[in-house]
């Protein structure tokens, strides 16, 4: 498993996603990825299936300190630091753990100032909640303000990232301050794994389109990937990813497919994008 380390803490780059996974599905698919050999997990308050996690994380004989556990703070939650907190606490009993891995500020929630934001994941850093803090769908400049806020405590963004959108600037700022960038959405739900010259890749190393997509992406330094599935085959497939490696010029032929900029997650409260040259 390659891993990266951010602020001393090592994480594996394959995580798990569990966007829509609830009820018992929920709790089977992450038990499953866990038993594959999973060790980093992504959930989020607004996924509303982090008793799920937990579950699943509890069945899978897995110790707790043996993988790497991610969870995100929702919106109506930053309206005090206090709320902040009490919010994250409430979701590590759901998680039925002492602590997460790493909390993100969900999204940069335009109703409030960026200090806002982050002062709540400081204070839990402080009070051992978490091991490490970061953001999610954050610009350059927002990056830019929550490395000063935190004086460089803050140490990733997680944002949509596959074959299909070009996330360069995002890419060179994690880059240049030693951030992490996890890439969600790493298939495009779907969509980001059918062009041919990922198909041709994929028949030359005997893998699918998807192991090819998620190798490519790993392969990237200071990029994580967290694949979601609710599919055991896929699931297994999705993490056989450490037997090959593809060749610079490989990878530069997938790079250029991200001219498309195809965003699939682009809400109402979404920020202004960067644009990649
Ligand atoms: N921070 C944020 O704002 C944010 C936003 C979106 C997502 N996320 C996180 O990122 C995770 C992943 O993103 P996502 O769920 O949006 O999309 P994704 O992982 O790109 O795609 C999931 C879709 O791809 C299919 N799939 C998975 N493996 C496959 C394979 N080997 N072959 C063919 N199809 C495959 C899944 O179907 P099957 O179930 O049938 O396999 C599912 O429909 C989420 O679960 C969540 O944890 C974070």
Known sequence: METITLNNIEIPKLGFGTWELKGNDGVKAVRDALQIGYRHIDTAQAYDNEEQVGEGWK???????????????FREQFETKEKAVKSLEESLEKLKTDYVDLVLVHWPFPEYKIEQLIEPVLEAQDKGMTRLIGVSNFTVEQMQQAKDISDNRICLNQVEYHPKLNQQPILDFVRENGWGMTAYSPLGRGTAMDEGVIKDIAETHNKSQAQIVLRWLIQQ???????????????????DIFDFELTTDEM?????????????????FAPQWDKAA
């Open 221 to 239: 330094d200071n990029v994580l990937a967290i694949p979601k599935s609710s599919n055991p085959d896929h699931i297994q497939s999705n993490f």
């Open 252 to 268: 530069d032929q997938i790079m250029q497919l991200r001219s498309e900029n195809d965003r699939q997650v682009d809400p109402d």
């Open 59 to 73: 069945k899978s004989d897995v110790l707790r300190e043996d993988f790497f556990l991610t969870t995100k703070i």
